[in-house]
């Protein structure tokens, strides 16, 4: 594998430092023209980071502010941990009744419901009470007993949510059900940043959000996409793969991001939401997809899926491919589904 050279899609802090040694010379002997500018704020419990170019600083700072404005914006109606959310609204209410909600939240709560369709319930928005029940809502991790895992598992399914596209509505069909955002909320709140952007005429722009969601808008100046690497999930400064990012998204989903180990067993922080357990056997996946939400609930399914799964899933969302990492007490494997850039050896 390569030594890196581009932007780490798993080292958030390093991608400015890394961004202008890639990117400087796609500005030299330009005439007057856009400067590479960078901020970065916490957001979604994680750091998002936007760079973009454009002519003045004073003009960088206005858009990073309307930026920032829509993913604080987003966050403010997609939080579980804020009462005020739109989403935690719909939670306290929609077992007893039918709630009506804005025509955003709506069309969200339909494209996971979508995706949990599509996924036979590998992703899964009501996932939340498994992730409390292993200990993983708040960082930590714990096995639940059988008893525990139960009880959560009854209170999980995507088919328990019921729409109505007429009145706009959302019911629970079973008691304890929760939305939870947290598979696709970062990869949505990147997506709104991105059409505030391109609605102020920026053109070229990266937006990543934590270790995990990335959206590139156009390209760099003379550059044909954005370097983003695809790190060993082993050793983060080696590459598995050199990608030019351009009007796409990519988001990463790893077994080593958050875990907890009982007599030497590791257990991942992903989840089937089929059976209430960690996944085992695949340890990396990334996606590239059109948008970060797809990205991003593409990312986790395929985790939970699988890589015999996944080249289905894959070839259903246009414009989407996957690079997989795979263990199954063998050697790893590298799986790549419609991945046209090279693999590093």
Known sequence: ????????????????????????ASTHGTAAQDSLFQ????????????????????????????????????????????????ISRINSAAAHRPVVTDPEVFGLIVRALEYGRRTS?????????????????RGGGHRPSAAELAEARAKVGWQHV????????????????QLDFGGIGKGFALDCAARVLR?????????GAGQSSYLAIG????????????????????AVSTIQLSNQSLSTSGSDRQYF??????YSHILDPRTGEPVTGMIQVTVIAPTATDSDALSTALFVLGSKRAAQLIEEV??????LITDHGEAEKIVAIQWTEGLDP
């Open 1 to 24: 594998m390569n030594r890196l050279d581009g932007v780490s899609a798993r080292r958030p802090a390093a991608i400015l430092a890394l961004l202008v040694s890639c990117l400087i």
């Open 121 to 137: 319930g590998a992703f899964d928005v009501t996932v939340g009470p498994l992730v409390k029940a292993w200990g993983f809502f």
């Open 219 to 238: 390209t760099p100046p003379d550059d044909r996409g954005w370097p983003i690497v695809v790190p060993d999930p082993h050793d983060p400064t080696l």
């Open 39 to 86: 901020e970065s704020r916490p957001a979604m419990g994680t750091t998002v980071e936007i760079f973009l170019y454009t002519l003045t600083r004073d003009r960088a700072a206005e858009l990073f502010e309307a930026a920032f404005q829509e993913i604080e914006r987003v966050e403010a109606a997609l939080s579980t941990y804020r009462s005020t959310s739109e």
């Open 162 to 177: 019921a729409v109505d596209s007429t009145r706009r509505s959302i019911r629970f069909l079973t008691s304890g059900l």
């Open 318 to 323: 246009e414009g989407s491919a996957a690079l």
């Open 261 to 266: 180990a009982v007599n030497g067993k590791r």
């Open 199 to 207: 609605r102020h005429g920026v053109d070229s722009a990266l937006l």
